[in-house]
């Protein structure tokens, strides 16, 4: 069955640093998110892809991100120089149609900040 | 505001227990829901959803949930729980007119099924 794949699964950064999370979606899918859990909180929604281009993004989203699709298969988060705020755990989901059909969601990057 | 509630943080039952877990949503449309589970270590998964139709929509693992619109609610069922069912659920809702599709998730309930 296919599935979304992340890498890494954890990543322990220097405040400062620029880290970039990696997503595989499933290769017939159009449409692709990015998550993020704080410890103890709830699952937030940062941005949607699609068409190459951001489709919508939450306040969350500041111009420390940024997404990419660089080679038609992998999906990337970068964030340019992470805080300790940015310590959660990021989601990659993909979804394949139109409309509010079901996101298929990868296993998750924990990222440290110290 | 879009905003999903969770009723339960931590729910605690013995084997063949009944389950139900509480979601209630604010949306300013027309909604599909979700259930999603996440078993430990592992990513999340769907368990089932609500687009339109029936509003007593079954899914996988003998839970089901019910689409109550006038309360706003889409709360999750199972008759009897299993171990195997310990895992954190988390409800979620997406609009359907002029939306990219993204989630909004409540906080999630830890269920803990004792053997």
């Known amino acids: 069955e296919p599935e979304v794949t992340q890498t890494p699964s954890h990543q322990v950064t220097q405040m400062g640093q620029e880290v970039i999370l990696r997503c595989v979606p499933i290769?017939?899918?159009?449409?692709f998110y990015w998550y993020r859990q704080i410890l103890g909180q709830k699952v937030e929604f940062l941005v949607s892809?699609?068409?190459?281009?951001?489709?919508?993004k939450s306040e969350i989203f500041d111009d420390q991100f940024s997404v990419e699709r660089p080679d038609g298969s992998n999906f990337t988060l970068k964030i340019r120089s992470t805080k300790l705020e940015d310590s959660a755990m990021y989601f990659c989901?993909?979804?394949?149609?139109?409309?509010?059909?079901?996101?298929?969601f990868g296993p998750g990057t924990r990222l440290t900040v110290l | 505001a879009q905003s999903v509630s969770q009723h339960n943080h931590h729910v605690i039952l013995s084997e063949a227990a009944s389950l139900e877990l509480g979601c209630n949503y604010s949306?300013?449309?027309?909604?599909?829901l979700f259930w999603y589970v996440q078993y430990p270590g592992q990513h999340l998964q769907l368990l089932l959803k609500y687009f339109s139709g029936d509003p007593l929509v079954k899914g996988i693992k003998g839970f089901e949930a019910e689409f109550i619109k006038s309360k706003f609610s889409f709360n999750l069922r199972k008759p009897s729980v299993q171990w195997s069912d310990t895992a954190e659920y988390f409800c979620a809702v997406n609009g359907i007119s002029g939306n990219t599709g993204k989630l909004i998730f409540g906080q999630g309930t830890t269920l803990q099924v004792k053997p």
């Open positions: 949306y300013g449309g027309t909604v599909n």
């Open positions: 892809f699609y068409n190459n281009e951001i489709s919508e």
């Open positions: 989901a993909s979804r394949a149609d139109r409309g509010g059909g079901e996101q298929f």
């Open positions: 290769s017939n899918h159009l449409y």
